[in-house]
T-cell receptor, first 111, second 112 residues
Framework: QKEVEQDPGPLSVPEGAIVSLNCTYS??????FMWYRQYSRKGPELLMY????GNKEDGRFTAQVDKSSKYISLFIRDSQPSDSATYLC???????????FGKGTHLIIQP | DGGITQSPKYLFRKEGQNVTLSCEQN?????MYWYRQDPGQGLRLIYY???????QKGDIAEGYSVSREKKESFPLTVTSAQKNPTAFYLC???????????FGDGTRLSIL
């Protein structure tokens, strides 16, 4: 079983829909969770950074962590064509550990 | 503008050659990282550096070397010992090892 699992997609949704992106993980020691957005031929851009369980909201984005289920989610409200990208989850055990990345989900927002 | 600059954007290497990828940051970050990204795979850590003149191997360091002589610069050399060097290479930096990492726009390396 891989440490971090992420459906590669593609996930295609109409503009304006609520998007749900998810990662599952096997290591219960992970405490810090991140979501990155990566456009084609570009580097990943940090979207959300959360610690432990709970929700965090930033504009149209909400990150949710359920440590009991080892499951994290990123919700995008009022999705736009410019949200079309690959979304990577990343996590680590302690503040000084290296990051473990998911493989990314390719999201397509249809105009 | 503050940021991380990777150059060149595209790089071609002949078999048996060493090549060096450049990474410069003007964010005054102490920590810097090199990752490799292959199609269908997550990012994998090659090397990281917490401070000047110090660096540590990541998960896939074999066939690579780095130096950290200046805070702003963390070049990566892909040596001829790296048997499968074709990949997208990403450099990142953070204020400290425990802070979120920010990425450059990558260098795509291909073998001729």
């Amino acid at each position: 079983q891989k440490e971090v699992e992420q459906d590669p997609g593609p996930l295609s949704v109409p503009e304006g829909a609520i998007v749900s992106l998810n990662c599952t993980y096997s290591n219960s020691a992970f405490q810090y969770f991140m979501w990155y957005r990566q456009y084609s031929r570009k580097g990943p851009e940090l979207l959300m950074y959360t610690y432990s369980s709970g929700n965090k909201e930033d504009g149209r984005f909400t990150a949710q962590v359920d440590k009991s289920s080892k499951y994290i989610s990123l919700f995008i409200r009022d999705s736009q064509p410019s949200d079309s990208a690959t979304y990577l989850c990343a996590m680590r055990r302690t503040r000084a550990d290296g990051l473990t990345f998911g493989k990314g989900t390719h999201l397509i927002i249809q105009p | 503008d503050g940021g991380i600059t990777q150059s060149p954007k595209y790089l071609f290497r002949k078999e048996g050659q060493n090549v060096t990828l450049s990474c410069e940051q003007n964010l005054n970050h102490d920590a810097m990282y090199w990752y490799r990204q292959d199609p269908g795979q997550g990012l994998r850590l090659i090397y990281y550096s917490q401070i000047v003149n110090d660096f540590q191997k990541g998960d896939i360091a074999e066939g690579y070397s780095v130096s950290r002589e200046k805070k702003e610069s963390f070049p990566l050399t892909v040596t001829s010992a790296q048997k499968n060097p074709t990949a997208f290479y990403l450099c990142a930096s953070s204020i400290g090892l425990d802070q979120p990492q920010h990425f450059g726009d990558g260098t795509r390396l291909s073998i001729l």
